[in-house]
């Protein structure tokens, strides 16, 4: 998950833009480009009363580091 406000919005139960597929029982994952905002995202789910959420970290050092990827297909195919 690349964190952005409205996704924080969406894991909040109290929000109107409350996305029931966050739910504080699942395991989230979170990251981003270099790992500050996974940090800082996944300190606040934890505030949120979610149990289980893991910071990946940076997601070029995952794929880097050989962490299975999905690839978009090629244009036109």
Not at 46 to 67: I, P, Q, T
Request: with cysteine; aromatic share 10%; charged share 25%.
């Amino acid at each position: 998950m690349a964190t952005s406000v409205k996704q924080m919005m969406e894991a909040d139960p109290e929000s109107s833009y409350h996305d029931k597929n966050f739910a504080k029982d699942k395991t989230v994952i979170v990251y981003c480009a270099s790992g500050g905002r996974s940090a800082l995202s996944g300190k606040v789910l934890k505030d949120m009363g979610y149990g289980e959420v893991y910071n990946l970290g940076a997601f070029r050092d995952w794929a880097e580091g050989g962490g299975a990827v999905d690839k978009p297909g090629e244009p036109g195919r």
